[in-house]
Every structure is written in structure tokens, then in C-alpha cells.
């Protein structure tokens, strides 16, 4: 089998060594000449060098999304997407003509086994009604210079609520932290019974990747991204003000990257497609435009 992946930046590198250890065979195209300095055997010098491989992942810049797929998806090749799917609501839509194409979306956070497991607790009640969600994903700057930090990090937090609650919640209100035209952080608020509650932003000195899914009869904490476990508080709102009844719960820490990339190519030999669907990827694009025109006016 072979795979074809354009776009070979820092999160293209990540990619690649999963590919390798998934035992494909690659072909890389990026025009950037510097992008070919590790693995110059896998580049081809054109786009249209990869017409003949089984799938296709796409991790170029976004902002580049939109064209690159205007040219490979007549090939009826499959494509798996980087998200964002793109940067704006009339790209999305300018897509929306490839709706019957096998496309599909690398929501990475919906292969988290951590994430799987609130959704788990979600659906079972062990938590009791579930009543909020809460997601935190900041960090100091960003690589990325195509989109800004919204574009950027709010599609996982989106993706982790279709993930733990089954569905994304319709925006209600979004304060973003604008830096001239350029927005840094969001804080937005999606939903009712159960809400959600996003917070992103580029300027925060240290990195926070936290989730909390709080219900009737107690709160599930996922901490970070690279912890095996989740912590379980039991109580409800009579509770003692000290939390005493509690425990960590442990999962398995394949990567996601690998858990997803697995996914993919299990559905080129035959099996089911990919859990996130083009469709997916559009949806995501249109709330986040509501978030923007929600905080638009916000400083």
C-alpha cells in the first residue's frame, strides 16, 4: 500500500514517522526545497505524482486546503484531512460540491483514549445528568503562521465535545482577545443543560490541556494530554467542601496520530471509514464563523 502526503512541515514530520512505523509505503510533495532534508527519498516533484497511490493524507497549511483538494479530489482518491478542513465559511462551502467523495477529517482527539472514556462516563450516567464541559488549550505562541490561534485550536475542542456529548452545541456567546486584526484567545460558551465552555489562547506562558466533564453526581478530569489517566470526584451539590471520594482512572496511551493514521488505512483494505467525515469538517468551520461573528465586536 501506498500512501501520498502532501505537506511535510512539523506536523507533516510527525506523520511520516508514524507512516514508517504502519510499514507503507510513502510519496511526499511539498515545494517547500527544506521540507525534503530528512526524508529526501520519499519526495516527488509533483502533485500530480501521487494520481496512483491508494490514499492520500493532507497536512498542508490550511490556508492552502481548499486549493490543493480542488485538484486531487477528481482523482477519486481517498483523502484524509488535517484539520482545520479550511479557513473560512466560503471556502467550506466552495467544497461542498466534493460532499460524495470519500474525504474524511483527522479530528485527532476523537482517537484520545482519555476523551473516549469521558464520552464513556457521558453516556453511562455514572456521573450522573451531565451538566457542563469545560476544555482549556493555551499555549505560548504558535508555528503556525497560516491561520490564527482560533482557527488553530478550536476545532479540537469542538471535535472533543461531538466525541464526549455526541453532538457540537449551538454557539451562545464568544469574547475574543483581539491583537489589531489578529485574534490571540477566544472564551465561548456553547449550549444549554449540558454547556460548553471553550477557552484558547496563544497567550499563556505555560501549556494547559485540560478537559472537565461535570455532572449531577460528580466530575471527571482529564489533566493533559500525555497523562494515562483520568481523576474521578464523587459528589454532588451537598457534598462536604473537601472532596474525599475519588480515583484515577487508567487507559491505554497509543498515540492518537498512530490510533487514527491505523484507522485510515484499515478502511483502504476494506473496512469501515474513518469516524470523522467531511461533513464533520464543514460543520466545524460553520460554528466556528458563529464564534467569530459572536466575538467580533469584543476586545
Keep these: 500500500m501506498t500512501i501520498g502526503l502532501i505537506g511535510a512541515g512539523i506536523w507533516g514530520k510527525n506523520i511520516i514517522r508514524e507512516l514508517i512505523n504502519l510499514a507503507v509505503d510513502i510519496k511526499i510533495f511539498d515545494p517547500n526545497p527544506d521540507a525534503k532534508k530528512d526524508y529526501p527519498h520519499f519526495f516527488v516533484d509533483s502533485l500530480t505524482d501521487l494520481q496512483t497511490v491508494d490514499g492520500i493524507v493532507l497536512a498542508s497549511p490550511s490556508v492552502t486546503h481548499r486549493s490543493i483538494l480542488e485538484q486531487i479530489v477528481p482523482w477519486g482518491i481517498p483523502v484524509f484531512i488535517e484539520k482545520p478542513l479550511v479557513t473560512s465559511l466560503e471556502d467550506a462551502i466552495a467544497l461542498k460540491k466534493f460532499e460524495n467523495y470519500p474525504l474524511f477529517m483527522m479530528h485527532i482527539?476523537?482517537?484520545?483514549?482519555?476523551?473516549?472514556?469521558?464520552?464513556?462516563?457521558?453516556?453511562?450516567?455514572?456521573?450522573?445528568?451531565?451538566?457542563?464541559?469545560?476544555?482549556?488549550?493555551?499555549?505560548?505562541t504558535s508555528p503556525r503562521t497560516d491561520t490564527d490561534s482560533i482557527w488553530n485550536l478550536a476545532p479540537h475542542d469542538l471535535t472533543i465535545a461531538l466525541e464526549i456529548l455526541g453532538y457540537i452545541p449551538a454557539p451562545r456567546s464568544a469574547v475574543i482577545e483581539w491583537h489589531g486584526t489578529n485574534a490571540r484567545g477566544m472564551t465561548a460558551l456553547l449550549g444549554h443543560s449540558p454547556f460548553v465552555q471553550i477557552e484558547v489562547s496563544n497567550r499563556f506562558a505555560d501549556k494547559r490541556r485540560e478537559i472537565r466533564l461535570h455532572g449531577t453526581k460528580g466530575i471527571a478530569i482529564l489533566a493533559d494530554e500525555k497523562v494515562d489517566y483520568i481523576e474521578i470526584f464523587y459528589g454532588d451539590q451537598s457534598s462536604y467542601p473537601t472532596p474525599s471520594n475519588s480515583e484515577k482512572r487508567f487507559f491505554e496511551t497509543t498515540p492518537p496520530l498512530r490510533k487514527e493514521l491505523e484507522a485510515f488505512l484499515a478502511y483502504l483494505r476494506g473496512g469501515t471509514p474513518p469516524i470523522s467525515t467531511f461533513q464533520e469538517g464543514i460543520t466545524t468551520i460553520e460554528v466556528l464563523t458563529a464564534l467569530y461573528t459572536l466575538g467580533a465586536t469584543t476586545c
Excluded: F, M, P, S
Design 109 to 140: 482527539w476523537r482517537y484520545h483514549a482519555g476523551v473516549l472514556l469521558l464520552g464513556q462516563l457521558a453516556r453511562n450516567k455514572e456521573l450522573g445528568d451531565i451538566t457542563a464541559l469545560y476544555t482549556h488549550r493555551c499555549n505560548w
